[in-house]
């Protein structure tokens, strides 16, 4: 039913910024919370951030408070999630994920795009 494509990834220094993207196949926007996670090798997929469907309601996990920022354009339907002050160990894979409103379980994910940070 949704389908999720991710973009915008790449190699950066530490300090530096990447947009990632998250573009959805329907118009969800008004009806879906959509979410960032990453995952690090050797690591668990740890949550990054979420944004209800209006885009009014967001949740950061603790380490990217204050640096990254997500952020939605329901026209467009797009998820972005804005990243400064990149560190060396946010360098994962980030992906979207998507649910309807106040359903617990996120069932609709993306593939991933690949984020490198370095020293």
């Known amino acids: 039913q949704v389908q999720l494509v991710e973009s915008g990834g790449g190699l950066v220094q530490a300090g530096g910024s990447l947009r990632l993207s998250c573009a959805a196949s329907?118009?969800?926007?008004?009806?879906?919370?959509m979410a960032w996670f990453r995952q690090a090798p050797g690591k668990e997929r740890e949550f990054v951030a979420a944004?209800?469907?209006?885009?009014?309601?967001?949740n950061y996990a603790d380490y990217v408070k204050g640096r990254f920022t997500i952020s939605r354009d329901n026209a467009k339907n797009t998820v972005y999630l804005q990243m400064n002050s990149l560190k060396p160990e946010d360098t994962a894979v980030y992906l979207c994920?998507?649910?309807?409103?106040?359903?617990?379980?996120?069932?609709?994910w993306g593939q991933g795009t690949q984020v490198t940070v370095s020293s």
């Open positions: 944004i209800s469907g209006s885009g009014d309601i967001t």
């Open positions: 329907g118009r969800t926007g008004s009806r879906y919370t």
């Open positions: 994920a998507a649910r309807p409103g106040r359903v617990a379980q996120y069932d609709y």
